[in-house]
Each structure stands twice: as structure tokens, then as C-alpha cells.
């Protein structure tokens, strides 16, 4: 098994995105019962809510699931129990890492460093207009083929 961890600031824009994309991206691999996905918040402001209806709206014309997805704040447990805790920016990344134990830290990345992208970070789209979500959605198919890439040769 192998668990991925997909973290930004809200848990209702980005990082349900990159969990309802990757989730799609391993189901096309049929590696649904060997890869488990799951996002997080380094916030809890948006405790139990569903995904940005934005968000929502951009992923389901592109053919994707969103809905099932409840945001919920990283825990002490996912240090332990996610083989990959991958964080949208670097702000993020920072937080995570001020509390990850020291043993866990080796899980702690940039979701956008295994792709091979001129950016590393997928910005905040929050209180921005339509453009950040379309880039938002771009950044993490790219990100998502990139990091399944990855896991498989690690599979292997
Ligand atoms: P996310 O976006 O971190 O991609 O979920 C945000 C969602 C909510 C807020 C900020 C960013 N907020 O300030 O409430």
C-alpha cells in the first residue's frame, strides 16, 4: 500500500483537486487497491465542507469527482500513516514542517517537484477569478502523471 496525502491551506480548492484527479489518474492505472489518496488542510477553517463549488464546477467539466471529498485539518496521525504528504507551496510545506516529527519529515515534499515543470508551486486560487482555477486543474494533471510516475517505478 501506499498512501498519498495531498495538502494546502483550505482543504476546498487545490489540494481536493489534486485528490479527485490523482484518484482518477491511478483508477485509469488500475491501481486503485495499492495507492490510496486523501487530502488534508494545514488550516481546519474549512472543517467538514465540501470542495470550492468553483473547484467543483472546473473538475467536473474536465471529468472529475470532487464531491465526495470533506475538508478536514492535517492530523498527528498522517505524519504516521501517509507514505506521501505533499504540499501545493512552499507556505504550506514550511507549516508542515514546523510540526511533522523528525522521523516523518522524509514524507514532506513539494507535490509539484516530481514533475519536471518550470514551476513548483500550484497557487492559491481562492480570491482569484476563473484563470487560477483553470491553472489550478492544469498544474495538477501534470503533477498527478508525473508523481503516479514516480510511485510506480517505486513499485516496482
Ligand atoms: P486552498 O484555497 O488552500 O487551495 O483550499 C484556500 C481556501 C480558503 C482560504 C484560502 C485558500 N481561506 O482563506 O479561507
Not at 482518477?24 to 495499492?34: F, G, I, M, P, R
Not at 483553470?134 to 510511485?151: D, M, P, Q, Y
Request: charged share 20%.
Amino acid at each position: 500500500m501506499v498512501n498519498v496525502l495531498f495538502v494546502c491551506l483550505g482543504n476546498i480548492c487545490r489540494s481536493p483537486t489534486a485528490h479527485g484527479v490523482f484518484a482518477h489518474q491511478v483508477a485509469e492505472s488500475e491501481l486503485s487497491s495499492t495507492i490510496l489518496v486523501d487530502s488534508a488542510g494545514t488550516s481546519g477553517w474549512h472543517n467538514g465542507a465540501k470542495p470550492d463549488s468553483r473547484s467543483m464546477a472546473y473538475a467536473a467539466q474536465n471529468g472529475y469527482d470532487l464531491s465526495f471529498i470533506r475538508s478536514r485539518q492535517v492530523s498527528e496521525d498522517d505524519f504516521i500513516r501517509q507514505d506521501f504528504i505533499l504540499a501545493m507551496d512552499t507556505e504550506n510545506l514550511e507549516n508542515l514542517k514546523s510540526i511533522c516529527p523528525s522521523e516523518h519529515i522524509h514524507k514532506v515534499k513539494l507535490f509539484l517537484d516530481y514533475a519536471d515543470l518550470p514551476v513548483n508551486e500550484v497557487p492559491d486560487p481562492y480570491y482569484g477569478g476563473d484563470d487560477g482555477f483553470h491553472r489550478v486543474l492544469n498544474l495538477v494533471e501534470l503533477g498527478g502523471i508525473a508523481l503516479l510516475e514516480h510511485i510506480k517505478q517505486g513499485l516496482e
